[in-house]
């Protein structure tokens, strides 16, 4: 799988606006989280590219958190979730989550 890293960091694509998740409402295209063309063109905040590239290369994916999608940096190798509530996402790492043992 493609992704794109800079500075030993990890370009994560997440949608922090409610209504609709982006990777958490389509979990059979992992690829949706570090697609580097996708990242490239929210850096640059080219929307209406973005729609049509998405639509070619992923057609059939419900597409209604794109427009809310930040993207996140996390060094290579980082373990982590997406959490999501009411279609917002979240990253939550592994290393952070508190376990509990019966």
Known sequence: MNK?????KVAVLVSPGYGA???SWNPDTVELLFDPAIVELVEHNKWEELDVYVKL????I???GMRDLEIEWLPVGTEFIIKEHDGAETIEIKSDIIWYRA
């Open 4 to 8: 794109l890293i800079r500075d030993g």
């Open 21 to 23: 998740g982006w990777s």
């Open 57 to 60: 290369k992923y057609p059939g």
């Open 62 to 64: 419900y597409d209604g």
